[in-house]
């Protein structure tokens, strides 16, 4: 198993930035694809960006692409959301989502482990 654990988010201004990391503990060695997901008030989750952790290839939902970051720390196992130019409508639950394996894209139910999440609220 798996276990995920968001951090980072809090409330802010709009322009302003935010980093969110997410840690995966237990069988994390085998986790290949990492994304981020996200949910607004009154809306379904949606993808955001995602990370192939085996080569470093990265997708974007086009509303966060130029804008949002997301990396990797092999070391550490950490992955990391950078959050700039943040506006209102960024403002929701971020989740942090893992599978084993296969190509990584934005289905919810492509993701084996997903974390509690972690809230970003942007005011402006």
């Known amino acids: 198993q798996v276990q995920l654990q968001e951090s980072g988010g809090d409330s802010v201004q709009s322009g302003e930035s935010l980093k969110l990391t997410c840690a995966p503990s237990?069988?994390?060695?085998?986790?290949?694809?990492v994304a981020w997901f996200r949910q607004s008030p009154g809306k379904g989750r949606e993808g955001v960006a995602n990370?192939?952790?085996?080569?470093?290839?990265?997708h974007y939902a086009d509303s966060v692409k130029d804008r949002f970051t997301i990396s990797h720390d092999m070391s550490k196992r950490l992955v990391f959301l950078e959050m700039d130019q943040l506006s209102p409508e960024d403002t929701g639950m971020y989740y942090c989502?893992?599978?084993?394996?296969?190509?990584?894209?934005?289905?919810?139910?492509?993701?084996?482990?997903w974390g509690q999440g972690t809230q970003v609220t942007v005011s402006s």
């Open positions: 237990g069988a994390a060695a085998v986790i290949l694809c």
């Open positions: 989502a893992a599978r084993y394996g296969g190509s990584c894209g934005f289905g919810l139910d492509e993701y084996n482990f």
């Open positions: 990370i192939f952790t085996g080569g470093g290839i990265t």
